[in-house]
């Protein structure tokens, strides 16, 4: 199943306008505010949802690019798509998407399954908004690629990006990530409102991008993407200072840094563990296999958790196999191993003998590093 993340604008709400934009007083008043003045200007709101509102009931592709570019997207692959719509941090953007959603909700389309939009933080993208350029560079393009990532979970083989809707500003990050990742990219223009419109796909070209300096640096980079804080290391900063920001102690990846992290980190497997289990896994093929095909996959760990009746917090088994991997989560991004087993007979005597104590547990934590595989994709 394709997943289509599709940014938003307000083409939805202007044509509804029509004529009448330049008029309407609710549309210009509420136009450059950002989505926390939402519910101060509910009289406005609830004007404009009016007009969303008789606008939507037309079953009609061209009532916004969004609608018409989905569409003739999901026509092209012809395989159920599930439609992600991204939202500026703005109060018209978000209620564009609402009514895009319930459009579709009305209106089946073919091959298109799902659209998913809430109002909450994970749709409307905090600080991506032009009002103010550098929190739109720092922090609205870092949160929105962040959600991108969120989205793909690690996977991007089904990932396409609809970059017709939203700012224009986002369309020349939003084509590097996807020529990065080898993502199909597609933008649905018009010269003005009475011609027809049409789908372009941006053609992908061969990108080799050096990750030299990340195989070098992975661990440091991950430190500073968890915790933010400044790294104090003056060949660190050197190396790395084009995709890194730096303010006094704070230290964070670029726009740009963190697409080329995220498509770096989506190669490799990052967990936790002691030496000891590290060794093991290294010197089983059995099991590291496993965990490059199968482990490395969050849905086939929540899937594969094997329910026994002990103290230890998880236990993974692939099916029909004897191999058996123990981790615990602690408040990481990332699974903690504390035992591995490539016979039966081993694992029944270590569960039967050792109990997952709180003593147990941080004497793991006080023992493990943060460790990578390379994922191996079936």
């Given at each position: 199943?394709k997943?289509?993340?599709?940014?938003?604008?307000?083409?939805?709400?202007?044509?509804?306008?029509?004529?009448?934009?330049?008029?309407n007083?609710?549309?210009?008043?509420?136009?450059?505010?950002?989505?926390?003045?939402?519910?101060?200007?509910?009289s406005?709101?609830?004007?404009?949802?009016?007009?969303?509102?008789?606008?939507?009931?037309?079953?009609?592709?061209?009532?916004?690019?969004?609608?018409?570019?989905?569409?003739?997207?999901?026509?092209?692959?012809?395989?159920?798509?599930?439609?992600?719509?991204?939202?500026?941090?703005?109060?018209?953007?978000?209620?564009?998407?609402?009514?895009?959603?319930?459009?579709?909700?009305?209106?089946q389309?073919?091959?298109?399954?799902?659209?998913?939009?809430?109002?909450?933080?994970?749709?409307?993208?905090?600080?991506?908004?032009?009002?103010?350029?550098?929190?739109?560079?720092?922090?609205?393009?870092?949160?929105?690629?962040?959600?991108?990532?969120?989205?793909?979970?690690?996977?991007?083989?089904?990932?396409?990006?609809?970059?017709t809707?939203?700012?224009?500003?986002?369309?020349?990050?939003?084509?590097?990530?996807?020529?990065?990742?080898?993502?199909?990219?597609?933008?649905?223009?018009?010269?003005?409102?009475?011609?027809?419109?049409?789908?372009?796909?941006?053609?992908?070209?061969?990108?080799?991008?050096?990750?030299?300096?990340?195989?070098?640096?992975?661990?440091?980079?991950?430190?500073?993407?968890?915790?933010?804080?400044?790294?104090?290391?003056?060949?660190?900063?050197?190396?790395?200072?084009?995709?890194?920001?730096?303010?006094?102690?704070?230290?964070?990846?670029?726009?740009?840094?963190?697409?080329?992290?995220?498509?770096?980190?989506?190669?490799?497997?990052?967990?936790?563990?002691?030496?000891?289990?590290?060794?093991?896994?290294?010197?089983?093929?059995?099991?590291l296999?496993?965990m490059?095909?199968?482990?490395?996959?969050?849905?086939?760990?929540?899937?594969?958790?094997?329910?026994?009746?002990?103290?230890?917090?998880?236990?993974?088994?692939?099916?029909?196999?004897?191999?058996?991997?123990?981790?615990?989560?602690?408040?990481?991004?990332?699974?903690?191993?504390?035992?591995?087993?490539?016979?039966?007979?081993?694992?029944?005597?270590?569960?039967?003998?050792?109990?997952?104590?709180?003593?147990?547990?941080i004497?793991?934590?006080?023992?493990?590093?943060?460790?990578?595989?390379?994922?191996?994709?079936?």
């Open positions: 199943m997943k289509i993340i599709t940014t938003v604008g307000t083409s939805l709400l202007t044509n509804a306008l029509g004529n009448n934009l330049s008029q007083i609710n549309y210009q008043r509420t136009k450059s505010l950002r989505y926390i003045d939402f519910e101060t200007r509910k406005q709101i609830d004007s404009i949802e009016k007009d969303l509102n008789n606008f939507i009931k037309r079953e009609e592709e061209g009532l916004s690019a969004e609608i018409n570019s989905l569409i003739k997207i999901a026509q092209e692959f012809k395989e159920p798509c599930d439609v992600y719509l991204i939202a500026t941090d703005t109060i018209l953007s978000p209620l564009c998407a609402e009514y895009i959603q319930k459009w579709f909700e009305k209106f389309k073919p091959f298109i399954s799902k659209i998913h939009f809430r109002k909450s933080k994970e749709f409307i993208i905090e600080d991506l908004q032009i009002k103010e350029k550098e929190a739109f560079e720092k922090k609205g393009l870092t949160n929105l690629f962040n959600r991108i990532n969120c989205i793909a979970a690690n996977y991007w083989d089904n990932i396409v990006f609809n970059i809707g939203g700012y224009k500003a986002l369309i020349p990050y939003m084509t590097i990530a996807a020529q990065i990742n080898n993502l199909p990219v597609f933008y649905n223009f018009q010269e003005n409102n009475n011609e027809r419109f049409d789908l372009l796909r941006i053609p992908n070209i061969p990108i080799n991008v050096d990750f030299s300096l990340f195989d070098k640096y992975w661990s440091e980079i991950d430190q500073v993407t968890k915790t933010g804080i400044r790294i104090r290391s003056h060949q660190f900063e050197k190396d790395l200072n084009s995709i890194l920001e730096v303010e006094g102690e704070n230290m964070m990846l670029s726009s740009l840094g963190s697409v080329l992290w995220e498509n770096y980190r989506s190669k490799f497997f990052l967990f936790y563990c002691p030496d000891d289990v590290y060794l093991e896994i290294e010197k089983t093929p059995e099991i296999k496993i490059q095909e199968d482990f490395c996959r969050e849905e086939l760990r929540l899937n594969n958790i094997n329910p026994e009746p002990n103290e230890h917090k998880f236990t993974y088994k692939r099916p029909r196999s004897v191999q058996r991997i123990y981790y615990f989560l602690n408040d990481e991004r990332y699974p903690i191993l504390y035992k591995v087993f490539n016979n039966h007979d081993d694992h029944e005597r270590f569960f039967k003998n050792i109990q997952f104590t709180q003593e147990y547990k004497q793991v934590i006080n023992e493990s590093k943060i460790r990578k595989l390379e994922i191996i994709r079936k």
